[in-house]
Structure formats: structure tokens, C-alpha cells
């Protein structure tokens, strides 16, 4: 799965759409026991994510894979296409 956008919500959750129109919501709470996602418990540093396409990433160093993302998130009922490709 490559993601196109990740959008930080503020109940500690990512929601995600990746390029082929699937989209869902990542809980990332889980995680934030860890020392190395500690730091996301802060909604300034929660809300910095950075999409790398094939993982998210945070300026602390944690880091989640798309494959991590993908065999954990609750995905959307409904799904929208992928966008058409001029040409």
C-alpha cells in the first residue's frame, strides 16, 4: 500500500487514504507506551506527522510502516476510486 494522505486526529488516531482509494483509521495510542512514541502523546508532536508514501513518521524517530498500517487499520466502508489517469 503507498499512502497519499495521512491526516492526524486529535483522539490520537490516524486517518489514511491510500492511493487506490481505499481509506481507514490507524489507533496509534497502542503505541504511544512505547518510550520511542512517548512523545506523541502531545498533540504538537501527534499532529507533525510526515507521509513518506510507504511510512509515517514523526520528528521523535517513531515510525510506522504502510504494511504495519494496512494489517491494523479499520478501513471505510465505502471506498473511492482512484483518480482517473489523463491521457
Not at 497502542?30 to 510526515?50: N, Q, T
Not at 504502510?66 to 491521457?87: F, K, Y
Request: aromatic share 12%; with cysteine.
Amino acid at each position: 500500500m503507498r499512502i497519499a494522505e495521512v491526516i492526524p486526529q486529535e483522539d490520537g488516531s490516524l486517518y489514511l487514504v491510500a492511493e487506490d482509494g481505499r481509506s481507514g483509521r490507524f489507533d496509534v495510542r497502542p503505541y504511544m507506551k512505547s518510550r520511542i512514541f512517548g512523545p506523541l502523546e502531545d498533540w504538537a508532536e501527534f499532529s507533525r506527522v510526515h507521509n513518506g508514501g510507504y511510512f509515517v513518521a514523526w520528528r521523535c524517530g517513531a515510525d510506522l510502516s504502510a504494511d504495519t498500517i494496512e494489517a491494523r487499520w479499520e478501513s471505510d466502508a465505502v471506498q473511492c476510486p482512484p483518480p482517473a489517469l489523463s491521457g
